[in-house]
């Protein structure tokens, strides 16, 4: 098993999340309306360091910019609240946790249509039955030859929970130990979703001319 | 067959790629791929594809308003709590824009840099970093090696660190070297050059990354009276410590990153 977060953060991959990390999240900010100078320090030392990374994985779950920052700010505000009562060990996985969750809140909300949230084998299955079969083997050098756009429309073209393990392991480089923290999910099931994301660009790209 | 994808071997190979396997299981990887040759083909489509995102896909950078907004946040001031953030955004929304701006000067004013305290373990790195330059200004003989030719320190240091060392001539800029000495960081041995300005010092160590490190732009921070400035490439990063002001420091640093620079570009010149 890998070492959890504790804290107010650590919520299971499903979302919404449940009900008692919510009260938590309330009975912390309910305290008092002045962040603790402890709060704040550890958010300078947790959080700061990694806006880039939260920033890039908000804008690819969500798909836009301006939606982007409302997140990032959103999951900003959360994280300085639970940082009054924890401390963290993995601070970047734990921010993309923080990230992550307040995107699939945000994306429930305003995309339902576009996101598959569930952690079912099946439907998961089902949304990789589309991947056409192995062979014949695509040609690595239309991989090699896929510009900027035909790569960002591939990994934009990936379900959601397929997209945020290759957008934390090839564009963020989080090690599989840091995004099975960051998903809340065994390092195996990081490694068949990238194995299953992988395959669909691959794919994809040997595919498209 | 998309069972395929899931069976043992493919996720062996994907965390082939992705440096995941210790010595054992990449020597696992080899043989295979030396006995299966779509097993090796899949492999060259892995590492492919996984250039390629890294080559092409540009690294997402937070807007500085959003930086802005985050870094106001860690003040004392002015944060608001989580349980008001969605309403209070939709009353602030029609100036976000001018608040944002707002925030971007007041941040810029008060010296954006200072807020930017490094992870923890940085702060054993910057203590005996400094320590090292006290030590130095205390006994008199900052270096071990004392020279203003670049041509002289680079041997000196090869002779007794392992690889290439970044030694860059700035006396035109006004920070004429002092020489050399090795500083100790942990158990780590790192190279040091000292320079001068009138009769301050200026310390730059040459630290390893650590595994994955990011390139970084120059930040400030203080310390124990002392001005510190650390950035990083790809392959280093760099711990700048100085008696001189803030701004001076910030000269010295974009000088030498100029120079360090340049000198690469000659370097890879045959």
Same mark, same amino acid.
């Given at each position: 098993m890998i070492k959890q977060f504790n804290g107010t953060a650590n919520m299971p991959a499903m979302w919404p999340a449940p009900a008692a990390a919510k009260q938590n999240f309330r009975a912390i900010s309910g305290g008092g309306n002045v962040t603790s100078e402890l709060a704040r320090r550890r958010f300078t030392e947790m959080v700061l360091p990694h806006l880039d990374d939260a920033y890039g994985l908000a804008r690819w779950l969500t798909g836009n910019r301006s939606d982007a920052e409302d997140v990032v700010q959103d999951a900003c505000m959360r994280a300085l609240a639970s940082l009054e009562a924890t401390t =963290? #060990? #993995?601070p970047r996985a734990w921010l993309m946790t923080v990230v992550r969750n307040t995107a699939f809140t945000w994306l429930a909300k305003n995309r339902p249509r576009t996101v598959l949230l569930t952690d079912d084998a099946q439907l998961l299955e089902a949304a990789a039955a589309n991947e056409p079969a192995a062979s014949p083997d695509p040609e690595e050098a239309l991989i090699?030859?896929?510009? #900027?756009?035909?790569? +960002?429309?591939?990994?934009d073209a990936l379900p959601h929970l397929f997209r945020e393990v290759v957008v934390m392991r090839d564009l963020?480089?989080?090690?599989y130990r840091e995004i099975a923290a960051a998903i809340g999910a065994p390092v195996g099931t990081v490694m068949s979703r990238l194995a299953r994301a992988r395959g669909l660009l691959i794919d994809r790209l040997g595919r498209d001319k | 067959m998309n069972d395929t994808r899931d069976n043992p071997t493919l996720l062996l190979l994907h965390a082939a790629v992705d440096g995941e396997l210790d010595a054992i299981g990449t020597m696992e990887v080899e043989a295979k791929l030396a006995a299966d040759r779509e097993l090796a083909s899949e492999y060259d489509r892995l =590492? +492919?594809?996984?250039?390629a995102i890294r080559a092409r896909i540009p690294r997402e950078v937070a807007s500085d308003s959003l930086r802005a907004r985050v870094i106001s946040m860690a003040r004392a001031d002015g944060t608001p709590r989580p349980g008001a953030s969605r309403r209070l955004t939709q009353i602030i929304s029609p100036y976000r824009s001018l608040a944002a701006s707002l925030m971007v000067g007041v941040v810029l004013g008060a010296g954006a840099y200072g807020v930017f305290v490094p992870a923890p373990a940085g702060d054993d790195v910057q203590q005996a970093i400094v320590a090292?330059? =006290?030590r130095g200004r205390l006994s008199d003989q900052p270096v071990d090696i004392v020279t203003s030719d670049r041509h002289t320190v680079k041997p000196w240091f090869a002779g007794k660190i392992s690889g290439p060392t970044t030694v860059v001539d700035l006396a035109a800029d006004g920070f004429p070297l002092v020489g050399g000495r090795i500083d100790v960081v942990g158990k780590t041995p790192v190279p040091t050059l000292v320079y001068r300005r009138r009769e301050h010092q200026i310390a730059l160590s040459e630290l390893p990354a650590p595994p994955r490190n990011v390139a970084s732009e120059p930040t400030h921070q203080s310390r124990d009276g002392f001005s510190l400035m650390r950035w990083a490439d790809n392959s280093h990063s760099y711990e700048v410590v100085s008696d001189l002001p803030p701004a001076e420091l910030s000269t010295f640093c974009a000088a030498f990153r100029r120079a360090a620079t340049a000198e690469l570009e000659d370097n890879a010149k045959p």
């Open positions: =963290v #060990q #993995q090699t030859a896929a510009d #900027q756009a035909a790569l +960002a429309s591939a990994i963020n480089g989080l090690t | =590492v +492919a594809l996984r250039d090292g330059f =006290v």
